[in-house]
């Protein structure tokens, strides 16, 4: 089952997410970053403070009372989209991937936007994350040639894009 995501799964989502880079980004972001400086409890104090705000949506997947994965979404943050919605992060639990969980929520995420009445949405992507690109391409998404270099990261990210009928 997919949800709103409540104050109390701020911790799940954080472990998911801290966990989710240390094993995607591995190569492409710093050691430093990914072990000094990701930690879970600073990371779930933001968190409960961004859902409560509620500026954001946050989702998860929850599955015999397991929280599995985690999509946040909302209104583009590029200036040259504002008409499309935005996937700003999705994560599943490492132990967990290859079981669809990533599908089911990008799906949730289409349906959202199209509910919504937008046309099209974008997401961000670390270039070297080839095992991301991939999936965003399998479910629909294409390379639209917007780039970016993060200096926090020393990396780029790529911006995928996917229209509505």
């Not at 391409?137 to 990210?157: C, P, T, V």
């Amino acid at each position: 089952m997919i949800r709103s995501a409540n104050i109390e799964d701020a911790c799940r989502i954080a472990e998911i997410q801290i966990f989710g880079w240390r094993s995607a980004y591995r190569g492409i972001v710093s050691d430093d970053i990914l072990f000094r400086k990701l930690i879970v409890t600073s990371k779930s104090i933001r968190l409960e403070k961004s859902i409560t705000e509620g500026v954001d949506n946050f989702f998860v997947l929850e599955e015999d009372e397991i929280i599995k994965g985690f999509i946040i979404c909302g209104k583009s943050r590029s200036e040259d989209r504002p008409e499309s919605y935005e996937l700003y992060a999705i994560y599943v639990e490492p132990l967990m991937k290859g079981l669809k969980i990533g599908t089911q929520l990008i799906n949730f995420f289409d349906n959202i936007a199209v509910q919504q009445g937008y046309k099209s949405s974008i997401l961000w992507v670390f270039n070297e994350n080839e095992r991301s690109r991939h999936f965003y391409e399998k479910n629909g998404y294409s390379l639209e040639g917007k780039e970016a270099y993060l200096e926090e990261f020393n990396a780029w990210e790529v911006r995928y894009i996917k229209f509505y009928e």
